[in-house]
């Protein structure tokens, strides 16, 4: 019989297992974790079995014949510890691990208390790490995630796997990004798209935009609203959107995670480049019969 994982993705909500957490610490932790994750990968999380959270994926094949999948990066808020599993090489995973902060090791996992026991900075380092090990070892979609930094919004954000897609605003952009790809609308009136990426530059141009998505149905099931929004200090525009803010201006089920009794659900928070960090959001109907809801 071929070998099966048996640690898989399932359909389970990331939001509604956190929020089962009775912890009221390791709850605040885990919601901290997967934003940090999320802007560090660039990934939608994903439920792996009944109690790991991960982040994009790739393909293994050892030499015994076993193979599957498994996260590119992943934690689990268990009732002991924070658990993070890490595939890092030998060497660098030491040198890390002397900067984290008060843990405790185990094959492949790295068991910490409370977040505040940990410098989150290299806990960032040890992601992308983990991430680069996985692309050196077994290539594939690992290997998208390494992209440097210099690298197209486009490229980065895998753009090309997208249909039909629409940028907005792009002259607000810091760089030409979109130089490569060979079409898109530069407006949402014809018809339902895969993608649409926006800029804005303040929280009611964001909220304008995810409400008029909503309320004209633009997605199409499965598909993803990208908005660019101007961070804290950046030196390009006088304006800027507080992270904090996104989800209660938009009424975010905290539960859910979707904008009110919408089908428009959070799925990534990126950072793009030292002006613009990226908030993305997934239409999570999977039959086409299933509308997103008007709520405004």
Request: aromatic share 10%; with cysteine.
């Amino acid at each position: 019989m071929a070998y099966e994982p048996k640690t898989k993705p399932t359909e389970v909500s990331v939001e509604k297992f956190i929020e089962e957490i009775q912890q009221p610490q390791k709850k605040e932790d885990a919601y901290t974790l997967l934003a940090l994750f999320a802007e560090v990968t660039g990934e939608e999380a994903k439920m792996w079995g009944p109690s790991i959270i991960g982040f994009g994926k790739y393909h293994y094949r050892y030499a015994s014949g076993h193979e599957g999948d498994a996260p590119l990066a992943a934690f689990s808020p268990r009732k002991t510890a924070l658990t993070f599993y890490f595939m890092l090489p030998d060497g660098k995973r030491e040198e890390l691990l002397a900067k984290l902060g008060k843990h405790k090791t185990g094959k492949g996992c790295v068991y910490v208390n409370k977040l505040s026991d940990i410098d989150t900075a290299v806990l960032k380092e040890m992601i992308r790490e983990d991430i680069a090990h996985a692309t050196q070892l077994y290539g594939g979609e690992a290997a998208d995630k390494a992209l440097p930094a210099s690298a197209s919004i486009a490229k980065r954000l895998g753009f090309e796997k997208f249909q039909k897609r629409a940028v907005l605003g792009k002259e607000r952009a810091v760089a030409d990004d979109f130089a490569e790809l060979d079409s898109y609308d530069t407006d949402v009136d014809a018809g339902k798209y895969d993608l649409i990426f926006s800029y804005v530059l303040t929280l009611e141009e964001l909220k304008a935009r995810v409400w008029d998505t909503i309320n004209h149905d633009r997605l199409n099931p499965e598909g993803y609203l990208y908005i660019a929004y101007p961070k804290i200090g950046n030196k390009s525009y006088d304006t800027s959107v507080h992270r904090d803010a996104i989800f209660p201006s938009l009424g975010v089920d905290d539960g859910k995670g979707t904008v009110g009794d919408s089908t428009l659900k959070f799925a990534r928070l990126v950072k793009l480049d030292d002006t613009f960090t990226l908030v993305g959001m997934k239409n999570a109907v999977k039959s086409k019969d299933h509308k997103t809801k008007n709520l405004y």
